[in-house]
């Protein structure tokens, strides 16, 4: 059986808009670093496939194919990308499997087979949605030291409490914080 692990970049006020689409531009840039990166490597594994939604991968497609040969842009490239999509005829970057018109029961008949880790990458309203069912294991949020105060946030508004577990935090030598927590369930009233 797979583990589902959300990955997500996110400001202190839980803002996960990045570049080509938000106000400020690529936030996390100036907090990269080297060491920042081989810790995300660290987090994602060397071996790991992609539950990705459509406007993700469409926003992917044109970047980690061309990316150079680097082990973050190898490993998106050599992941099987799991995608929820009414369009899976036009799905070009690959490996590639389209999740069905079912997208829960895709995901819960994926994570019941043997393979690599399924990392949750971008893709928010399939973040909210497979929370809510009780399929993720992990959530891993990479918090960056901003307060951005508008768009677009990790989860939906119509999204069910939960329960997470604190497992472990790294910082980066930028000041971003790498938060693990294991999915409890629905949060206790």
Known sequence: MRKIRIV??????????HAGNYTYGDWSGPFRSPAGLQMLLEEYGTNFDLVIGRRTYDAWVDF???????????GMNSATKHVATHRPDSLEWGPVKDLGTDIVAGVRSLKSTDGPDLLILGSSTLTSVLLDQGL???????VYPVLLGQGK?????????????????????????????????????
């Open 8 to 17: 997500e970049h996110i400001s202190l006020d839980g803002v996960i808009e």
């Open 64 to 74: 980690w194919p061309k990316a150079g040969s680097h082990p973050m842009a190898n």
């Open 136 to 142: 993720v294991d992990e959530v891993i949020l990479l």
């Open 153 to 189: 946030r990790l989860f939906s508004h119509s999204f069910d409490a939960r329960e997470l577990a604190f497992v472990d935090s790294k910082a980066t030598p930028t000041g971003v914080l790498i938060n693990t927590y294991k999915h409890v369930g629905s949060l206790k009233k």
